[in-house]
């Protein structure tokens, strides 16, 4: 048995979040036979990544965002579009791949929370309920394998179910940022730095401690503990991922943006 100490940074977590994703047999099963369903989102842009194999401008790869210090969106003109596959080739019409998965496909969706009990929550600002809103009835109700990766620097101690309810685009008379509803995913199956490098290495990581300073907010710091030469792996994953690069802040102008009458900032209480 060995033990290592491991700081992650939150693209570091990203990184190999994405790597493991891709890695589940589940997905695998999916992008051979079926639909994988990636929704938009800056780690999901790495899920993204990993499969095309191509790079994208991930701090770009959403809509809603918290940048900048404050909840926010992106630039209208750069939103994205949900990467769907069939068989591992483009999807051209999510609407159609929603009603056409079922519980061999996978429907991978980041989130903002993840609590004491393993239960995510993802924000929505749109009042049509945005990309969970659009999508959720379809996958819950046909059992779709929905798969949400999340770093532990999205740790809450607050349990969802509860923050939930404190939360909706009119339920704030000021903020800083723009104003969302926190929705639960009550059938997502959460993918973190712990699930990761069991998935990768099959060593077990167990969080310690978090946050840091000079480059390293919102850091994880984890003890991985295995077997000799399921640590080497983990070591060599390690190595691989050390050194991703952050994200550039990117956000919409205020003076344009669409969502500003449910903004702080927007409206011009803050």
């Keep these: 048995m060995k033990r290592a100490l491991v700081t992650l940074t939150p693209s570091e ?25 990636i929704a938009t989102g800056t780690t999901a842009a790495y899920i993204a990544e990993e499969i095309l194999e191509e790079k994208i401008e991930k701090e770009k790869w959403t ?41 061999e496909d996978v429907f991978i969706k980041g989130a903002n929370a993840i609590d004491v009990n393993w239960n995510v929550a993802v924000f929505a600002a749109a009042s049509d309920g945005g990309t969970i809103g659009k999508t959720y ?17 999205k740790f809450t101690p607050t349990p969802v179910e509860i923050s939930a309810k404190l939360t909706g685009i009119h339920s704030f008379d000021w903020g800083t940022g723009l104003y969302a509803a926190l929705v ?65 802040p990117y956000t919409e102008d205020c003076s344009i943006c669409p969502f500003a009458k449910i903004c702080g900032i927007g409206t011009g209480v803050f």
């Design 137 to 153: 009835g379809w996958t819950i109700t046909k059992g779709v394998i929905t798969i949400t990766p999340i770093s532990l620097e």
């Design 184 to 248: 639960p995913i009550p059938h997502a199956i959460p993918v973190t730095e712990v699930e990761a490098y069991d998935i990768l290495a099959n060593v077990d990581a167990i969080p310690i401690a978090s946050g840091g300073a000079g480059g390293a907010e919102g850091s994880v710091t984890l003890v991985l503990e295995g077997d000799d030469e399921d640590m080497e792996r983990a070591k060599e994953i390690t190595k691989a991922i050390k050194g991703e690069p952050p994200l550039e």
């Design 63 to 103: 809509v809603g965002t918290i940048s900048k210090g404050r909840t926010c969106v992106t630039a209208k003109a750069t939103w994205p579009k949900h990467l769907v596959l069939y068989k591992g080739k483009p999807f051209d019409d999510p609407l159609e791949a929603l009603k056409e998965m079922g519980p």
């Design 13 to 37: 977590s990203k990184r190999l979040i994405a790597k493991s994703v891709v890695a589940l047999d589940e997905v695998q099963n999916a992008l051979k036979n079926g639909f994988v369903y």
